[in-house]
């Protein structure tokens, strides 16, 4: 994911993703059906630009992520599945059966589709 589609990707996830109840200093976690691989896409967002935060529970219930400022984390079905990022972005195909479509086009068209 180059720099452009990486900032672009983020600043739709902020915009679109439920964060009214969560204050700018509070990373957004929030959890929706991934369609293609049965399972389910969960996002760790931290819209704050100056802080990194840690989330205990994510991605499974032992054990805890840091996300850092301005930066998203895709997990898929508990695993690591992916970073966005306002000056960065990755998703790791190689460690996901992806016969459909790779794991960020997954990714954006469930997001779309759940949130748009």
Known sequence: MDVETAANSFIQL???LPTEDTPL????????PATHHDAEWTIVLNGDPTESHDVEGIPTSDSTVTVQPTQ?????????????????GEFYDDQFDTAVESLQEAFLTDFATEFK
């Open 72 to 88: 998203a984390l895709v997990f898929l079905d508990g695993r690591h599945a992916g970073i966005i990022g306002a000056g960065a």
């Open 25 to 32: 200093d509070e990373p957004v976690i929030v959890t929706f």
């Open 14 to 16: 902020y915009e679109f």
